[in-house]
């Protein structure tokens, strides 16, 4: 009898120890999906050489470089060693050389910081404008997007990370040769030649439209979104009707007034519906203190009646003044066949 409860002791507690050992192993499971998720761009918890980092300098000084050993990085706050760097954590504070008083911060690559790094090689979208035009075509995981003015690649970086994780996959196209070579290499760096593939073609004569070398699946000929920055936009118009879908998001960046009223008049011959324009203007305003004012107290009074007052506080706020005014007109507009 005794031997019988020992053995049904013995098969319990192993039944535990398997049940714990499954959880340990499922919550590992999610662990590491949750790092992979997080490290969508193959960034490494620890800095090796051959890696990108990003350098805070501070909030209006950006900057990038690859790591490489026996080499320094210097600036207004001193001389950084590069091999003081490797091996550390992404978000980690290097000291200056000489007084070990002034720090830089080493970030990891976000997309929506690139535009402030970025060495530009055209007149780059800012950020409220990126994130007007992203939402405007309507982008999901599994888009397939079509671009055209592909300029210092910002858009296309910070659209790629919204295809990171799905089927989707932007087709850009960039008419200066030397430029469409130095972003390819530059998205293959980047690890994002995976969900970006970039043509050198100008689409006002040749048009958008691509055989299946260029494509990563058959389908994606046509595509459910598109942008573009050109010159003359409205000359796009006709080969862009030719890739769209039907329902297609269209978005074009116009600088001047005079583009977006002939861009429009190609939309509306073209059987575009839903035309809209946008502009974005943004300015950051700052807490600074909080004052205390005196108040009426709203209520009935009678004639001669003396008005009551109340303390409120308020918070006063200030101009940042980081306001950049006008840097173009988005024109949005959907295909319809």
Not at 75 to 87: A, P, Q, T
Not at 170 to 193: G, H, I, P, Q, S
Not at 222 to 227: H, L, T
Request: hydrophobic share 35%; with cysteine; net charge positive.
């Amino acid at each position: 009898m005794k031997a019988k409860e020992k053995e049904k002791e013995d098969l319990e507690e192993n039944k535990i120890i398997k049940v714990s050992v499954k959880k340990e192993d499922i919550k590992k499971k999610e662990n590491d999906k949750m790092e992979e998720e997080t490290n969508i761009y193959n960034n490494a918890k620890t800095i090796n050489y051959g890696d990108l980092v990003i350098i805070y300098e501070t909030g209006d000084s950006i900057k990038y470089f690859t790591l490489e050993k026996g080499k320094r990085f210097q600036n207004k706050f001193g001389v950084f060693l590069h091999d003081d760097i490797y091996g550390k954590n992404y978000g980690c504070k290097i000291y200056d050389t000489k007084e070990k008083k002034k720090y830089i911060s080493i970030l990891s690559f976000v997309p929506n910081i690139w535009e402030r790094c970025l060495n530009k090689m055209t007149q780059i979208l800012f950020n409220p404008d990126i994130s007007l035009i992203m939402i405007l075509l309507n982008i999901s995981q599994s888009s397939i997007i079509y671009e055209s003015g592909t300029g210092s690649g910002c858009l296309s970086v910070n659209m790629s990370s919204l295809l990171s994780k799905g089927t989707g996959h932007l087709y850009t196209f960039e008419f200066n040769k030397e430029r469409a070579e130095k972003l390819k290499d530059l998205f293959k760096f980047l690890n994002l030649d995976k969900k970006i593939t970039i043509t050198h073609r100008d689409v006002i004569q040749d048009g958008f439209q691509l055989n299946d070398e260029n494509v990563e699946n058959p389908s994606h000929k046509k595509c459910g979104s598109m942008f573009i920055d050109l010159p003359s936009p409205w000359l796009a118009i006709k080969h862009a009707k030719k890739v769209l879908n039907s329902g297609a998001y269209f978005v074009s960046f116009s600088p001047c007034i005079e583009q977006v009223n002939q861009t429009m008049k190609a939309m509306k011959e073209n059987n575009f519906i839903e035309l809209r324009m946008f502009e974005c203007l943004y300015r950051t305003f700052c807490y600074a203190r909080t004052t205390q004012v005196k108040i009426p107290v709203i209520a009935k009074r009678k004639k001669g009646e003396k008005i009551e007052f109340k303390d409120v506080d308020i918070n006063v706020t200030k101009n940042k003044c980081d306001m950049r005014g006008h840097t173009g007109f988005l024109l949005f507009g959907i295909n319809k066949e």
